[in-house]
């Protein structure tokens, strides 16, 4: 009995929650066609994509739950600086974080309670579902994050190639800026990103060596800090960025084809604990087994 009253709850809560979702979306999508009605004679807006159409939705369903974890302005600062190395710079998303930290427990432990996990150990099952699910944002974030920077330090070479190139036909530094950001916006986005916001900035009236460590800090890349160095030298000495940037290219280069040459050259040492632990234990059965069997059988007739 008290299986199917806490398989009815989950289901309800399920079901609500999809009724929620989509309740949402269509008030989000009647809320657009209201607004491009309304102003025609205006700039056409911003399509709704997919992407931010459920970015929409996690904002409208973790508001409930975005206030309840206690937090401190340091730790505000932190979470919005991690949020923007992960790509997450709207002023919502720390709010939808904390929202997270409070509903996904919240999932887990309805999880256990469905699947009835819980029989095994309540006190530990319960704890277990709380913990993980109130750091389960902190590691999605973290693998975020390094994702995120893998893809700025593999796409930096080829837009400093294509910096260079603009430098070398004639354009400033600023439009160089620009043009690479158009030019990458489908092959490498992450970067295309953070060189178009870093041109919005320098539009906006910031100095272009301020806005370059504006982008190595909000970045947290090594190679980037690189590149700003580069061109803070350049501005000192008066000198030019081609070349410069030309250099720092190929290095980035060979480093790549470095880190991928060791990570090569620790395939073999990484395979000993797979092949000890799974894969030779079962070429002993295999081998072994039947001479055992045999000598058991033998040591069994003569003495047994």
């Known amino acids: 009995m008290g299986f199917a009253v806490l398989a009815f709850l989950a289901s309800f809560l399920l079901m609500t929650s999809l009724g929620t ?6 008030a989000a999508l009647r809320k657009r066609r209201l607004m491009q009605t309304v102003s025609a004679s205006a700039e056409p807006a911003i399509p709704l994509t997919p992407k931010l159409a459920v970015r929409s939705i996690l904002e409208d369903l973790m508001k409930p739950f975005q206030n309840l974890v206690p937090r401190s302005p340091e730790e505000v600062s932190t979470i919005g600086k991690r949020l923007s190395r992960a790509g997450f710079r709207e002023k919502s998303c720390v709010n939808t974080f904390y ?3 409070v509903l996904v427990p919240v999932v887990l432990c309805l999880l256990a309670t469905v699947t009835g996990a819980y029989t095994l150990s309540p006190l530990f099952i319960y704890a277990t579902a709380a913990g993980l699910g109130f750091l389960a944002p902190d590691f999605w974030l973290g693998n975020r994050i390094s994702n995120r920077q893998l893809e700025l330090r593999l796409g930096l070479p080829d837009a400093l190639d294509l910096m260079v190139i603009c430098v070398d036909a004639g354009l400033s530094v600023d439009k160089a800026t620009m043009r690479t950001a158009e030019e ?4 490498q986005p992450a970067i295309a990103d953070e ?4 041109y919005l900035e320098q539009r906006a009236g910031c100095p272009r060596i301020e806005a370059w460590k504006r982008m190595a800090d909000r970045t947290g890349v090594e190679a980037i800090q690189s590149v700003a160095s580069i ?3 350049a501005d000192k000495f008066g000198t030019g960025v081609g070349k410069p940037l030309r250099i720092h290219s190929e290095v980035m280069r060979t480093n790549r084809r470095q880190d991928a040459e060791e990570q090569a050259a620790k395939t073999a040492a990484k395979l000993v604990f797979p092949l000890v632990l ?3 234990p079962s070429l002993f059965a295999v081998t072994l087994g039947p001479s055992v069997i045999v000598m058991m059988q033998s040591f069994k007739q003569y003495f047994g």
């Open 184 to 187: 990458l916006r489908k092959s």
């Open 278 to 280: 799974f894969i030779f």
């Open 231 to 233: 061109l803070i030298q």
């Open 21 to 26: 979702l989509l309740f949402y979306r269509h």
């Open 195 to 198: 060189l178009n916001l870093l």
């Open 99 to 101: 929202g997270a930290k």
